[in-house]
């Protein structure tokens, strides 16, 4: 290993370096660093003085750190990241401290080299790292990277966690023990971009591209012509990078062809992969999705060249490129854009359409595919809103929703109209494309190495937090072109950075968009592939078989199968279940159960423990058969003996089935009171005003105007900040609008002046926030609609003013008035009540209702008893019940078992241990649950009668509902075990103690609320109930529901984020669903005759 030039003799300040990717940028950072003053000594010698005056630094002691030195393990800096050595001067002026730069030769192996392998101690020569977030995983599954939770909570109010994207968030996760952690702080929001040329679309009247194979095509005809009229036809069709040839990014080039498989291979979300198969850890490398990755990526090598480290773009020699969007920084950064120079340095040729205008390069969404590989099936089907729920229609013209009607107006209009005069329609308008932006190895961050001195740590980590806090990255990132695309929130909006750093309005805005959409929760982003000996799987055999590929020494299937035994070999060798554990843990998900383990790697797990599976063996059936046999003695008997023991066994196993679902279904419930599935949407109380009417989520986003909370730690940290959060709840006056006549809307502005009132909020309103549904959960996506339906119940627990919403109005499409009672009637609406109550108590809760006598509407405090009625969810009416579940696989009902179970568990475990400590107010909890025994039958009901329609056959049964569970959860808190077994070990305790707290009520109380930092936290996190938004009738608040199996997270560290897969969160609950019925009929039918 071999580490290159060292920095530390830099002293930098802030400078615009805007040619990053070539060595001039190095003397443009050196020409700076003299512009930070070191500490000085002053004339007396006596103490030092310090410059702590920069924005970010405020907060630091001055000297704090002299004295100490760390050393800092980074990668050609003066390319990747120019404006750390600047930072790290600024933070030396004022703490006194000094950090040591080094250049790492390998950006992947050598900090690993360093950290050690867990059983070999490594050089441990670094105190922190600059690398790349496919290595961290390896790191992490030995214990050898800091974890940040609470670094990052006690830092939050420098760093801004909720600030940076979601998707960049997950890339630094690692799941280990049942928790996720944060173990990698990214820098960089890194995926591959396309941009194409508009003017030869134009010209030769070609459609966007939205999907790969239209990539083929348009990479085959531009090929070989002359595309920026130097006379020479021998320009690109496809500038991509990486490629092979380009250094020491040579072997990441197969990861490109990565990229596309995902498109073909992934469908339900960042949790899904498609490297391997979750459970066996089999390759996928022979199934279709891959090999059609190779077949289009061998046509664009064949058609295409390099498109970063040369200036085949800029100088117009390419017609599409393919690369991360650190590549295109200097194409935007450059006043002259794309652009051919004669010998004199005089342009003599730009990009022009016909009406002789300058076009720049068109940035838009990532490539995708309009079918997918079914893996159930083994065959390539198109793509639907069900089996693609990320997936989105193609659209006519142009991507990100910059073309939407309420962009017409805006700075982007002028451009806008030109994508709809020159491009012709896409042939595939309408039809759903599967995109998935590829998180590629480029994506860099930092990691803190474990067994670093604590000083030292707590500097680095001071190091880390203020040159990737807003204070300093939001103007670094859009002034160096260096690789460190946009992480944050700030970074992208409101733009400021990029127009003064000299990008133009229309590269920004679509810049902008497809940031934010690539990296937000909605996306189908692919992980790379992150498990110990990466260079093995990706450069020496991907690399080295795609290449024999091109070059037609090995046939596709040759490459296919060659690729496949060459990474089963490499898994065996690194130990299967080590790197199926890793595999799943990078991935967000938990460890194999045993049983799985022994079920599906019997030979592996017998070598490290013959006696671990051994528990699962059947042993008996032999035995008995015999025994039996002996003692009857006659064929026939056998075969009746036989028959009999095979009814009993199978009684056995149904019976063992239903016992594991129902344990099964109370870890769920413990678990969902720690997920947030999909982030926590706010409008300002003053954006709320000015709109005049609910408006869509949509709108509201694109114009960003949503404050968004990712996890249950933000939530809190954002109440604990001071901020109030108003949950509007009410129902739907028309089919398909929220409050067509205004008066809901009318009567939540009364609401909010009230409560302004009576809690003496600043009258600015700077720090209050509304949830409504319209406006908070997303309207046009139902799968990620979906999502936040199931999160309804955190969302409604976590406000801290409670207001039903329920003035007497019209119903825009029916013959009657909703009201108080309508709204009281719907199971979904005393859900919402339920939730926040149960966490809250009433104080916090109000009624904007009509008074009768009056006719006005009036905002009133709920009475104390208020909760009584709504506790009775299950006695509400459900649209879908009213249809007769015609075309669903369950009732709503059934989605709400987990959640409401979970919150049972919660208040019955504070009560529990109030009694026995004897030391907490409890009677408010016990007033709950005093209410709740009385009429345990009604609030919980064991089972329901559900009409269902099957083959045109309207079937009425009795179904199970809650059964047991209510007394399965109290044998469990009382015998202590409120808790979700994990499988390595270890168990996460929802144990707290007795002291509650209600949020934004600073004095003990007699609630339960998530993530209190005080003497009296609590270990739980709030529960999900799925509830609804898109609205079909009378206070209808229904849709299809699901609750998905839910991922345990560090809830209680203000970054345990959770990634959610939406095959599992629209599948999971309605397979368990279906499971605990199908086990609960059998049950009934599979008792053996005495």
């Known amino acids: ?90 933070l030396e002026a004022c703490t006194g401290g000094q950090i040591f730069f080094a250049e790492a030769e390998n950006v992947w192996e050598d900090p690993l080299a360093d950290l050690g392998s867990g059983e070999v101690k490594g050089f441990e020569l670094y105190d922190g790292y600059f690398m790349s977030y496919s290595h961290f995983p390896e790191a992490s599954s030995k214990g050898l990277a800091e974890t940040l939770n609470e670094r990052i909570r006690e830092a939050n109010d420098r760093l801004l966690w909720e600030d940076v994207l979601p998707k960049v968030k997950t890339m630094g996760e690692y799941r280990k023990d049942g928790q996720t952690n944060i173990d990698f702080l990214m820098y960089d929001g890194d995926f591959f971009v396309p941009i194409i040329r508009l003017d030869l679309l134009e010209k030769y009247n070609k459609p966007l591209p939205n999907t790969w194979e239209e990539v083929v ?27 092979q040839g380009a250094g020491y990014w040579d072997w990441w080039w ?4 990565y990229s596309t498989w995902a498109t073909f291979d992934q469908t339900q979300g960042i949790g899904e992969g498609f490297f391997f198969d979750s459970e066996t850890m089999s390759p996928r490398t022979s199934d279709p999705g891959f090999k059609k990755a190779a077949e289009i990526w061998k046509t664009l090598w064949e058609h295409g060249a390099d498109g970063c480290i040369t200036d085949n773009f800029i100088s117009g020699r390419c017609a599409i490129g393919f690369s991360p969007p650190g590549c295109w920084k200097g194409i935007f950064l450059n006043p002259d854009g794309v652009h051919r120079k004669d010998a004199n340095g005089t342009i003599v040729w730009q990009p022009r359409l016909k009406s002789g205008d300058v076009v720049e390069p068109y940035r838009f969404r990532p490539f995708g595919s309009t079918g997918y590989y079914d893996r159930k099936t083994n065959e390539f089907k198109d793509c639907t809103e069900e089996a693609c729920p990320r997936a989105e229609p193609v659209p006519a013209k142009g991507h990100d929703d910059l073309i939407a009607e309420e962009k017409l107006t805006s700075s982007y209009a002028p451009r806008a109209q030109i994508l709809e005069e020159i491009l012709p329609p896409s042939p595939l308008t309408g039809k759903f494309v599967n995109r998935a932006p590829f998180y590629w190895s480029g994506g860099l961050g930092t990691l803190i190495r474990k067994s670093a001195d604590k000083v030292k740590k707590d500097f680095v980590w001071d190091f880390f937090v203020y040159t990737n806090s807003p204070a300093t990255s939001v103007y670094d990132v859009a002034n160096y072109a260096s690789w460190l695309d946009d992480w944050r929130f700030s970074q992208l909006f409101p733009g400021d950075n990029f127009l003064a750093g000299g990008w133009s309005q229309d590269s920004y805005e679509e810049h902008a968009a497809v940031m934010r959409w690539a990296l937000s929760t909605e996306s189908n982003g692919a992980l790379n592939l992150r498990i110990p000996a990466l260079a093995q799987y990706t450069r020496d055999t991907v690399g080295e078989l795609m290449g024999k590929y091109i070059s037609n020494d090995v046939t596709l299937e040759q490459m296919s199968s060659q690729v496949t035994s060459g990474w089963e070999r490499i898994t065996n060798e690194q130990g299967k279940l080590n790197q199926l554990n890793i595999y799943r843990a990078a991935l967000g998900l938990d460890s194999l159960l045993t049983v799985d383990k022994c079920r599906l790697h019997r030979e592996e797990m017998d070598m490290i423990d013959p006696s671990v599976c051994k528990q699962y063996d059947d042993h008996n059936t032999t035995l008995i058969i015999i025994v039996l046999s002996s003692i009857v003695g006659a064929g026939v008997v056998i075969l009746v003996v036989y028959f009999l023991y095979k009814r009993y066994k199978a009684f056995q196993k149904i019976k ?35 709109g005049g009417k609910l408006l869509q989520h949509e709108r509201l986003r694109n114009s960003h105007r949503l404050t968004v909370l990712d996890n249950l730690a933000d939530v809190d940290s954002f109440i604990q900040a001071g901020k109030q959060v108003v949950f509007f709840s009410h129902q739907w006056t028309a089919f398909d609008a929220p409050d067509p006549n205004n008066h809901q809307y009318e009567a939540m502005i009364g609401a909010l002046h009230e409560l302004s ?41 976590s406000a801290t003013s409670f207001v039903v919403v329920a003035p007497d109005t019209p119903h825009a499409d029916l013959d009657s008035v909703c009201d108080l009672d309508t709204y009281q009637r719907r199971m979904w609406c005393r859900a919402e009540q339920v939730c926040h109550s149960m966490r809250n108590g009433t104080d916090g809760m109000y009624l904007a209702v009509t008074n009768k006598e009056t006719g006005l509407v009036e905002v009133t405090p709920v009475k104390p008893d208020f909760f009584r009625e709504s506790l009775h969810v299950f006695d509400g009416e459900l649209s879908c019940c009213r249809l007769e579940h015609k075309g669903m696989e369950a009732c709503d009902r059934q989605s709400l078992v987990v959640p409401i179970l979970g919150l049972y568990g919660e208040l019955f475990r504070a009560a529990h241990d109030g009694i026995k400590g004897n030391n907490a107010d409890i009677s408010t909890v016990k007033t709950f649950l005093s209410e709740i025994e009385k009429h345990q039958e009604e609030v919980f009901p064991r089972t329901f009668q559900r009409v269902m329609w099957r083959k045109d056959k309207r079937i009425m049964e009795e179904v199970l509902l809650f059964g047991d569970l209510i007394e399965r959860m109290r044998t469990r808190i009382k015998q202590g075990k ?25 004095n003990p109380s007699t609630f339960i609320r998530h993530g209190a930092r005080q003497a009296s936290e609590l270990s739980e996190g709030p529960p999900e109930l799925p509830t609804t938004v898109r609205h079909r009738g009378i206070a209808v608040q229904d849709s299809e529901k699901s609750n998905n199996e839910t991922k345990q997270s560090n809830w209680n560290s203000l970054v345990g984020g959770e990634t959610v897969s939406i095959g599992e969160a629209n599948n999971m609950s309605r397979n368990r669903i279906s499971e605990t019925e199908e086990v609960h009929k059998s049950i009934e039918t599979s008792v053996p005759s005495p």
Not at 234 to 239: L, P
Not at 669 to 675: D, I, K, P
Request: with cysteine.
């Open 1 to 90: 290993m071999t580490f290159l030039r060292a920095l530390q003799d830099a002293t930098p300040a802030p400078a615009t370096c805007s040619d990053a990717l070539a060595t001039q940028c190095l003397p443009c950072v050196n020409e700076a660093l003299a512009a930070v003053a070191p500490p000085s000594i002053d004339n007396g010698g006596g103490s030092k003085t310090y410059n702590c005056s920069l924005p970010g630094l405020e907060s630091f002691v001055p000297g704090q750190y002299e004295g100490i030195k760390v050393n800092y393990l980074s990668f050609v800096t003066e390319t990747s990241s120019p404006s750390m050595p600047v930072r790290a001067a600024e």
């Open 217 to 243: 095509e348009l990479a085959v005809f531009f090929h070989g012509r002359d595309l920026n009229d130097d006379g020479n036809e021998d320009d690109f069709g496809f500038c991509h990078f990486p490629r």
């Open 254 to 257: 197969p990861e490109a062809v």
């Open 656 to 690: 063992i089935a239903h016992e594991r679902q129902m344990e099964s279904t109370l870890n769920e419930a413990t678990r969902a009171l720690r997920m947030l599935d999909y982030p926590l949407h706010l409008i300002s109380a003053q954006d709320f005003i000015k």
């Open 757 to 797: 009132k009576r809690n003496g909020w600043d009258p600015s309103w700077n720090d209050v926030f509304v949830w409504v549904d319209y406006s908070s959960i997303p309207q046009a996506n139902p799968s990620v609609q979906n999502l936040a339906i199931r999160s309804l119940a955190v969302y409604s627990s």
């Open 978 to 1002: 409120m808790y979700v077994v994990q499988e390595r070990g270890g168990t996460e305790s929802t144990k707290s103690t007795t002291s509650f707290l209600r949020h934004g009520t600073p």
